[in-house]
Each structure stands twice: as structure tokens, then as C-alpha cells.
């Protein structure tokens, strides 16, 4: 009985794996394909002959060495930061005393709830006062920005959970608070670290909207804009677009999977601790 | 826990509002002075639409002309900003709102357009026009982007909308092309009857289920009645407006359309008349070249398609040379702009070369005159441009007509119209109420 | 003695922890960072609203005009309940992932592949998203419409086309892209419970169920409480796909607040009321979130 059940379960699991992992076989298909194909073979059908082409034409006329290498460090930077500064952020709201903690953490909440579109107008004439329109740093600064709430609410419920009796001794064993923080609580917190760094690293990665409001010259345009270069006034060259997806979705299948195994470094470390 | 911040976020809130629109206003003053440098060096941005990727002539045209351009002014670097059309308008928008427009940029006709002028964000282009250039474009082509009697942007391309249509198809079916919309709605049923869709129609994007019934609107009441109704000088509660929609919809229940029509783009629509599996489609003539050149589309469809013309309704007052179409975009030079006269120079510039260019390398009817005797088109152009010559009227594009507030809601109303989720008759009314509103 | 320097420690703990220029040095770079980039866009939005503005001219002050036009817009309130609808679908599928996450965190060879496998969907731009399923609500040729036919249905849904399930169909892709999202989050969670306890339930007899409901659940119910609000919040301000797949048609069938605020605001060129929108959408989210705070409540918060 209970071999059935469990094997009935994990059916499930792989039928649901399976359909997870459809999206990238036919995102390849669909990058070897022309307009015609797109629009006319089966959604899961391999044209012939395959359109390799469309990857040529996207690196060469798409220009595309430039885009990814800005898309990995605009990323990169405001990932660290973000991680960083919603860790100090949770690690002062949840296990630290002072009275407006609430009322911050409230603050930091409404982040999440405005629509982006109406951010628009207000943050270009802010950074053309502060003069950082066409510069990285306007990117960086609303990727940070935007991305601090969710990050601090995910980090939330860990930081809550972790033991009272950790601070105690570590403060008998005279650690200043932030020893504590970077020598016991991040290390502590590498799992859900790693998560946010994922959830961020995926955001930014895909982030359009302010590259293209606040960006005006190429050298500081990111993978995006090489989805835009694809649709045309009234026709779209599909199968390069295809083509891009599938060239900027390949590094961070490639970092997340990565990554995920640190996960399971740290969580099999901090069993054997426990 | 959270309780307690709910309750005293509120007044943080508001407080931080407070302290924020007390700063913002102060400091307003101040930013944009120090760059009017002495020395002749000057850079014009230029924003515009045509991607290396989609548009690879368009594109390779502009960048001969801006090289042509800075070797005859060496003073002057243009700087182009590249971006797909709807991030385009977006951005356009936003750069608006801050004063911030580009020197030289795209703009659409008449409603797209009157915002910008209004706001005084464009600068006239009347004595660019004077300067030689009226007598080369098409006449009636800049009127679209004038307001009180001053021209405001100069147009690029010009396109009329004829029926596509599968010459293998009708010919398998012993169908001529329809003269009149009697003959048309013969042609829609037999080719129902036969199980093959008749027309492909994506109207998820609205505007082309929009030049459907304009086309209707024409053949029913004549060139004027539409125009009127926009302009407030008529009513879109015309019996003729009305017959029309209750048209469009006739032909919903006759299944005229592709299956699934209100759910599609236009570019699955598309598909749909390239993979022959619709027998036609009405569209731009910014579509010839799929039809004609393009690589991509087998040569043995591009062989089958023809066009005509859209058939006049026994009764009505319109005439079959009266066409739906009109100017898309064209180049404006904003008001502001710190190298204005450089600007206008380099507009006047571009459309000379656009228009010398622009067809037989990029398959895009200028709306500067073409002369076709010697140049090497393909003949589906060259009846185009002669249709074009012959032509007793365009209406431009409803929603171009319109001013955005309008536009939006006519193209929510058609989609409703051919969805049959309104009568004629509110779809009528509710045009009427809209137009009136923001006359 | 023990007791005594218990006390001890609690009471320079709790000094420590009180540290004012501590707490300052922490929260400072983030709150600074939301109040320029967050709250100046906000207190913006909510002065816009005030406004009749096209975004490009100069503003007249009409002080809740546009407020009082929003309560009586019809289209306004479709958009909010079809909004509400998502969050609704949007919380009952994270029950679903709590389950999946569940059997993941137990024992089960190749758990570690399959959660990665799970996130690809999320990893894809909303732009890959939309094109993989409008080719298969596609009417005529799309997959879902092929496979129905070959069940033998002779009329196959219009799915997007169709004004009574476009809202329906639009919701599959949309909680299926964030599945691997909150799987993540509840592996995790999961995953950081000490082992030690687990194991004491098991030697006093739990079976599985029981591990699952009385130990498992209570210990990441903050987390839990969390990605309620993170899912209601995010339905309620979602655009991407609807705006892609549908934008917001047939007949508005599938217009939600977000989409309703782009088109007035950047379609319409009425930014002052778009504005609007955005501003009651603003105060929506607060209040939804209020709500699900005060009925999620609870005062013991439950630590390992």
C-alpha cells in the first residue's frame, strides 16, 4: 500500500517535472525555425532543415557580445547588493529591538504594490535632476530598489524562525553584533540566501522596462534590447527572437543550477553542525 | 505584529508625502543651462524605429543617409537611439512628460500627433516645407500632421489597404474577384461552403478589424460621412455608421472570418493567408514586400497572391478608387531641441534621400512622389503606385484620426462589434459619446 | 548560578540588540534606497491623480474629480474582480506547491533535479511565455485545439477569443510560470528545519501525514503567511502576460487593474487618471495585505 502511494507520487512529480522542462525543448525548436514554421508545424517539431542560422544572424547583426556582457554585471552588482542590503534590513526589523521596526517594515512592504508603468515619469525626471540618465548606476539603483521589499519579505519568515539562544551565546561569548550578524546569522542563512539571489538574479536579468527608459546609448543596453532589434514596425522576425531567448536563457540555467547545489552544500553542512 | 504597522503606516505616509512634494518643487529650477556650448560641434539625437534586426534595409538606408549627411556637415554628429515600436511610443511618452525629447524623432499623424503639438514639444516644420519640399510630396500627405494650418512632422511612407487575396484559391472555386459587396458576400459563402476560411483577421490588435469597417463605413456612406463624425461636424450615429457595423457583423455570422479572429495578432492572422489556409487579407501595402521579395515566403505562395480593390455596396455613396490608408510615420524636430536649425536641416535631408531610396531598396512607398518609369519594381508595386495615383480619396486610419481617448475606446468598441458583444447601435452611440467628450 | 548569568546575558543581549547606531547602520541604505526610488514615484502617482494630465501638456488641478469618475467606471471595477480572481486561483495554487514542496523535502531520490527542473518556467522572460502558449490556445492549429479534435470534439474552444474563458485560459500560464517560485521558497523552508527534530517526531511515532501537519507546517508557517501576501500582491498588480497574450480582450474579458492603468495612462495619454488607477491599485494591495495580516495572525512566533 504504501509502495503504491509513493510510487503514485512520484509519477506525479516527474509528469509535472516533464511539463516544467517542455518550455526549453520547444523554446529551441522555435529558435530553428523561420516565420512560416513558427506560425505552421506543430508546437514540438524540429524543422528541416533547422534554421541554425538564426543564431548567426542574432550574434552578428544583433550585436549581441556587448548586451550580454552589461546584462552579467548590472546583474552581478545589483544581486550583491540587494541580497546584502535586505540581509542588514531583516537581520535590524526581525531580531533587533527598537520601536519603529513596524512601521519601517510596513514601509518596506508598500514597495512591493506599486504597478511599475507608474514609475516611469517620476523616476526619469529624478535621475535627470540627479543626472544619471544613460547611466548604468539608474539601473542598478531601481533594480536595487525595486527588488529590496521582495527580498526582505522572503527573507522575513527565515529570519524569524531562527533561535533566540544562538544570540545569547554568542553575545556570552562577547561577539559584537556585527560579528554576529556576518559569523553566525548570514552563514546560518545561506539557504534562503541563495534563494533571493536566484529570485533577484532572474529579475534583473529580465528587467526591460527601465533599461529602456533610462538608456539611451548601446554601450550600456542589455540583453533585452536584443529582442527589440528583432520586432520590426509591422513585421517580427520570430525565430531570432527564438534565437536570443535561448542565447540569454542558457547562463542563468547554467548559474542557477549551479547555485542550487550550493544550497545543498550548506544545508548538509549545517545538518552535520545541528 | 503587523497590526500595529498597518495602522501607523498611514500617517508615515503621508508625512514622507509631505517632506518629498516640499523638496521635489524646490529644487525644479537649475538643470539645463550650461550646454550651450560655443564651439560649432553638434550632436542631434535622433530616435527612431527601424531595428538592424527586422528592418535591415530601413535601417541601412538611414545609417547611408546619416553618413551622407555628417560628411556634408562636419560639425554636426547624429546620434540614433533605436526602439521597437511599442517601447518606442512608451519611451516617447515618458521623455515627454520631462521635456526631454530627442531633436529629432518618429511621430505618428493627426491624433497620435496633436498631444505633442499642444504641449508645444514639436517645433513647425513650415519653413522646411517652403524650402522646396512641398512640391515633392504626394499632395493632401502632410495635411495629416498639421494642426491649425501649421505642419508639424513630414511623412515617410504612404500606404493604402488593398484586399490580398489567393489567386489558386479563387481559382479552384470559379470565383472572380468581387466587383461589388453583393458579389463579395457570394464569394465569402462559397468558399464556406468549401470549408476554406475566407478572410484572415487578427483582431486581438483591433486596428485591422478597424479598417474593415471603415472600408464598410465608405462604401456605405461615402469618403466624408466617417471623417465628419470624427471631426464633430457629423454624427457617428448615422444611419450609414450603423449599417456598417450591422455589415461587419452579418459577416461575423456568415463565419467570413478565421476561427478564433478576436483572439489572434495580426501576425498569427497573417500566417494564416501565407500558409494559404485563408483565402484573404486585408492589410497595408507596408506588406508588399512578403508578397513580392521576401526570401522567407516561399516563391510559389508570393506567385499566387493578388489584390483588389474593396467593392462598392449597390446603393451607397461610396466609389471604389476611395481607399483607407494614409501617411504612417514621419520625422518631427522637437521645439526645444538646442541644434534646432541643424535639425530641420537633417530632416529635410533625410526625406530627399528616403525618398530616393526608400522603394526599390526597402520596399516602402514614400510619401514623396515616385517616378516609376525608370526604376525596376516588382509589378505588384507598380500597380500600387498607380492605384495610388488613380486614387479619388484616402481616409486615414480611424484611430490616427482620433485623438488617443477616442482612439482607444473605437478600438475597443470594434473588437466588441465583430465579437457581437454590442448592438450597432450602442456601438454607434457609444463612438458618438466618446468623440463628443474630448471634441 | 546558571540562572543567574542567564539573566545576565539576556539583560547585555537585549542592550546589544538596542544598539540605536547599529540599527541605523543596517537599515538606513535600504530605507533611503525605497524612499527615493519607491515613495517619490508613489507621493508622484498619488499627486498625478489630482490631476487632469495627458503627460505632455501642463496639468489642471481637479482635485478627486478623477476619483469620483473611477467609482462610477464600470470597466474599472470588471478589472478589479477580475484581479481579485487571480489572487484568489494565485493563493489556492500555493497549496498545491506546498504539497509538491512537501514530498520534495522528504526523502525521495532525484528531489534536487526535479526542483530545478521545476523552475525553468520562471527562468524564461514573459516574452518566451506568452509566444509558448498562445501556440497552444492557438484556435485552429494550437495544440490544446489539436488534441480535443482528435478526442472528437468538432468545435473546439476559441480560447482566447472567447469573452466567457479568455480570463480562465489567461490564468493557466500565468500560476503555472510562478510555480517554480514558490517551490523554491517552500524547499527551502523546508529544508531548514533541523533535522534533529524531524527525527524526534519520528522516533515518537508520527507517520508521514502527521509529520507533515503537526510538525512540518507549523514551523514554516511564516514563511507561508509570507508568500500569501507575495502571491496576493503580485496577482493584484499583474500585466506581463495578459498584456501579451490578450492585451486585456475580448471586450475587456481579460483587462486587469494594471493593464486597465497602461492603456489609460500610455495608450489614452490620460496619465492623470491612469494615475488614478495606479493609486487605488496602491491602496487595494495595502488593504488586501492588512486583511490577510490581521486573519494570518497569531502572537506566539515559533522559533526551532
Redesign the interface.
Known sequence: MKQIGRSI??GI??I??AL??L??V??LF?SLK???E???T??FSLPSPPRWENYV??WV??DIGRYFFNSVWITTVSVLFTVL??S??T???T????KLK?????????????????????????F??VKL?DHPLSII??N???N???T???L???Y?????EL??SA??DGC???RM?FRIILPMTT??M??TT??NM?YNW?E?VFV??FI??DEFKTL?VG????????????G???AT?MI??LP??LV??FL??K??EG?TAG?IK? | MFKKAYSLLCIAVLVVALALTGCSSSTKEGASSETGSKDKKVTITFMHLWTAGSSKQHNMIVNDIIKEFEKQNPNVTVKQEILENEQYKNKLKVLAASNELPDVGMTWAAGFLEPYVKGNLFAPLDDVLDSGLKDQFVSGTTEAYAVNNKTYALPLELNITPVYYNKEIFGKYHLDVPKTYEDFKNVVQTLVKNGVAPIALGNKDRWTGSMWYMYLADRIGGADTLKNAINGSGTFEDPSLIKAAEEIQNLVKMKAFIKGFNGLSNDEAKAEFTNEKAAMYLMGTWDLPQFTTNEDIPKEFRNKVGFFKFPVVEGGKGNIDSWVGGPGVGLFVSENSKAKEEAKKFVKFFIEKWGEQSVTKAGVIPATKVDTSNINLPQMYIDVLNELNKASNITLFADVQMNPEAAQTHLNLIQSLFGEGVTPKDFAKQHQEVLSKTQ | MSFLSNTKGVDSMNKMMSDKRVITLYILPSLLLIMILVYIPIVMTGYYSLMKWDGIGSMKFIALDNYQELIKDTMFWKSVYHSFLLAVFSVISLAGYLIISLVLSGKIKGANLLRKIYLIPMLLSSVAIAQLWLRIYHPSNGMLNHFLMFLGMEDPPNWLADPSIALYAIFVPIIWQYAGFYILIYYAALKNIPSSIIEAAIIDGANPWQLAYKIKLPLIAGVIKVTIVLAVVGSLKYFDLIYVMTGGGPNGASEVIASYMYQKAFRSFNFGYGSTIAFALLLLCVIATWVIRKFTHSDEEIQY
Not at chain 1, 227 to 238: C, H, K, L, M, P
Open positions: 507520487f512520484y512529480l516527474i509535472l517535472a516544467q522542462l518550455p526549453l520547444w523554446l522555435f523561420n516565420n512560416q513558427v506560425f505552421n506543430p508546437l544572424k542574432v547583426e544583433g542590503l535586505a542588514f534590513a537581520f535590524a526589523i531580531r533587533m529591538n527598537w513596524h512601521i519601517v517594515l510596513g514601509l518596506f512592504m508598500v514597495g512591493l504594490m506599486i504597478p511599475v508603468h507608474s514609475t516611469l515619469i517620476p523616476l526619469f525626471s529624478f535627470m535632476k540618465i539603483l531601481t536595487i530598489g525595486f529590496l521589499p521582495i526582505i519579505m522572503v522575513l519568515g527565515f524569524q524562525s531562527l533561535p533566540r544570540e545569547e553575545v556570552m559584537s553584533v556585527h550578524f539557504p534562503v541563495v534563494t536566484i529570485i532572474i529580465n526591460f529602456n527608459t539611451s546609448s533585452t529582442i527589440q532589434n528583432f520586432i520590426g514596425q509591422y513585421t517580427t522576425d520570430w531570432a527572437i527564438g531567448l540569454s536563457v542563468i540555467l542557477f543550477f542550487s547545489d544550497i545543498v544545508i545538518a545541528g
